[in-house]
């Protein structure tokens, strides 16, 4: 397997190490990891192994990772752009920043990657983009390594940021959604809160897998449960009368905030 390298000892950077390590994609030796605050890694030293700086990392490592906020892409790009191989593909986890950013630092084979958050339990729906100096070699190995943590999407880069929303910040808004139709039925009902909950996330889990399995439509679905003049069809009516304007509102918003941030970090 690729010598894989991960700066970045946070969020990102930890789900991806336990994930690659536990998946047995990875032995020890070939899993590298460094971070900007030293005393933070020292727990991850009898699992991975610790380089002492990014550029000792990015000098050995045949795919790199770059898993630090958007502001410090940039300077760790910068940090290790001199000692990268031309053969090693440089991984960012950020979707907004542009190839054309990171080429003009440096001219190197890149890929985005954006896992979502149910790579916990191995179901992400991770995005991939590539520039054009990234080869069907690199794409096959990125591919591989990251088939651990669910299903890989390659998109192009001009779509990435649409993309992130449909599966990235997807289980932010389904959360954001659900969470507002519980705190309502809480105000109608004596059922207790968690029972509420726990009904609609079962039904929400149950209701997606039906899609899926019998290949149904959200329209399939509205029309098998809201029966003519029956109770489903008046709430299903203020769903698609009201929340059309708020889900563009929604989309507008992330979209320019995206725009906003890959602005913010040219190369
Ligand atoms: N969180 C998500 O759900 C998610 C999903 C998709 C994509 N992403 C993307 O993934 C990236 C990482 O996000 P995150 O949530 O993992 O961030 P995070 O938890 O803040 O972790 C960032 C890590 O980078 C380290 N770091 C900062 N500057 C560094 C440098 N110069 N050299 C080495 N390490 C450095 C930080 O070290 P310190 O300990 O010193 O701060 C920290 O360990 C972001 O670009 C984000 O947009 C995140």
Redesign the pocket.
């Known amino acids: 397997m690729k010598k894989t390298g991960i ?7 930890k789900m991806l190490l336990g994930k690659f390590s536990e998946s047995g994609k990875l032995r020890y030796d070939e899993l590298y990891i ?4 030293v005393s ?1 890694i020292e727990e991850a030293s009898d699992k991975y192994k610790v380089m002492d700086s ?1 550029i000792e990392l990015a000098a050995s490592s045949d795919i790199v990772f770059i ?4 502001k ?2 940039v ?2 790009l910068e940090e290790i752009a001199g000692v990268v191989c031309e053969d090693t593909l440089i991984v960012s ?2 979707g907004s920043i542009t190839f054309d950013s990171l080429e003009k630092i440096s001219k190197h084979k890149y890929a985005k990657v ?2 979502s ?1 149910t790579a916990e339990i191995n179901r992400s729906q991770t995005l991939v983009t590539y520039n054009g100096y990234a080869d069907a070699q690199d794409k096959a190995d990125l591919m591989d390594l990251l088939s651990c943590i669910g299903n890989v999407i390659e998109l192009p880069e001009n779509e990435m940021g649409m993309g992130s929303e449909l599966v ?1 910040c997807m289980p932010g808004f389904i959360a954001s959604m659900f969470d507002v139709i519980c705190r309502s039925a809480k105000q109608h009902t004596s059922i207790p809160d968690e029972q509420i909950i726990r009904m609609v996330l079962d039904t929400l889990c149950s209701t997606g897998e039906l899609m899926l399995r019998k290949d149904m439509s959200f329209e399939d679905v509205v029309s098998r449960v809201a029966t003519k003049g029956g109770i489903t069809e008046v709430g299903s009516k203020v769903i698609y009368e009201g929340f059309p304007d708020i889900a563009d509102e929604m989309f507008e918003k992330t979209l320019a905030k995206r725009r906003e941030t890959a602005a913010s970090v040219k190369g």
């Open positions: 700066i970045g000892y946070g969020s990102m950077g460094s971070s900007r605050t933070k990014n898993c630090t906020r958007p410090d892409i300077t760790v986890l950020n954006i896992p958050v990235s």
